[in-house]
């Protein structure tokens, strides 16, 4: 169960690294990209955003673990998080480009980031 955690935790962060880097590398103008490009970016974008927002659940947890509605903010966080990793995943799937596995592997970690750790 922890190797499934530390892979989500490691994993994510270093897939979208991997992901941007190669988008930054090897895509054309975007302008002049295809509509096909232009998904597989927005699926780029919404992997960022999915560790973005766990990355701000960690801080704001770090400081208000102990308030009792605790479990509403992780419930909206993990909805948003969940919606925008299946965006993710669909866009990685259906776009074309040098990132598209990277990105399908980080929107399939980021789904992990969400999961709570007593169902795993």
Do not use: H
Request: hydrophobic share 60%.
């Amino acid at each position: 169960m922890e190797v499934l955690i530390l892979l989500a935790l490691i994993g994510t962060p270093v897939s979208v690294g991997l992901a941007w880097w190669l988008w930054c590398r090897r895509s054309l103008p975007f302008p002049t990209a295809t509509w096909r490009k232009r998904l597989q970016f927005s699926g780029l974008l919404a992997a960022s955003c999915n560790l973005l927002l766990y990355g701000g659940y960690l801080i704001y947890w770090s400081k208000f673990m102990y308030v009792p509605d605790f479990w509403k903010v992780r419930d909206a966080c993990g909805t948003i998080g969940w919606c925008l990793a299946i965006w993710g995943l669909i866009a990685a799937l259906l776009g074309k480009g040098p990132s598209s596995a990277f990105i399908a592997i980080a929107c399939l970690l980021g789904f992990l980031l969400w999961i709570p750790v007593a169902v795993l």
